[in-house]
Antibody, heavy 119, light 111 residues
């Protein structure tokens, strides 16, 4: 199993950015996927979830209140890829963004993509 | 802010035993939801250490053990080694928030 994030960059406040996560080594479409972020020197914060085909009980998409209405999670099962569209970015969105595969626990993580929001 | 509370730091000499606590509430740990633990080495991504309260993924040494009781959980490291110096996070699910939740994190220092 391998998860590789890309798309991290320096962006101005109010700007937009799209992160990608390329998955390999497993049947991507079956698994629910998430984005988790970590601000500099801070702890882990779950921010978004998107269901896989094996999920039968949970809502298909969820967001943390901190990003709801600004971030959009999506997936392309044909490309085994996960995405996070981030709009109206704020300084407090500065963090390393990890994609992670989930059961009830996050069993595989990517190496992370650094997003810096600053003027 | 995190709904799972951990002590900020613990330390121990090589070979000693340390424990990390994770305190939640009735809508997460105290409910039907399991607790999972992650190890984050400096500059690295988190790694699953314990799942479903007490189970170790393949490759995780049996020096690491987990337990859950009531609204709290614990991670124990026995025979502490220099390579165990890292940040540790607990994680569960919260029914009130309808979201996954992480603990505040504990830094383990090997003296």
């Amino acid at each position: 199993v391998q998860l590789v994030e890309s798309g991290g960059a320096l962006v101005q406040p109010g700007g937009s950015l799209r992160l990608s996560c390329a998955a390999s080594g497993f049947t991507f479409s079956r698994y629910s996927m998430n984005w988790v972020r970590q601000a500099p020197g801070k702890g882990l914060e779950w921010i978004s979830y998107i269901a896989g085909s094996d999920n039968t009980i949970s809502a298909p998409i969820k967001y943390a209140d901190s990003v709801k209405g600004r971030f959009t999670i999506s997936r392309d099962n044909a490309k085994s890829s996960l995405y996070l569209q981030m709009d109206s970015l704020r300084a407090e969105d500065t963090a390393i963004y990890y994609c992670a595969r989930v059961h009830a626990f996050f069993d595989y993580w990517g190496q992370g993509a650094l997003v810096t929001v600053s003027s | 802010q995190s709904v799972l509370t951990q002590s900020p730091s613990v330390s121990g000499a090589p070979g000693q035993r340390v424990t990390i606590s994770c305190i939640g509430s009735g809508s997460n740990i105290g409910s039907v939801y399991d607790v999972h633990w992650y190890q984050q080495l400096p500059g690295a991504a988190p790694k699953l250490l314990i799942y479903n309260n007490k189970n170790r993924p393949s490759g995780v040494p049996d020096r690491f053990s987990g337990s859950k009781s009531g609204t709290s959980a614990s991670l124990a490291i026995t025979g502490l080694q220099a390579e165990d110096e890292a940040d540790y996070y607990c994680q569960s699910y919260d029914s009130s928030l309808s979201s996954y939740v992480f603990g505040t994190g504990t830094k383990v220092t090997v003296l």
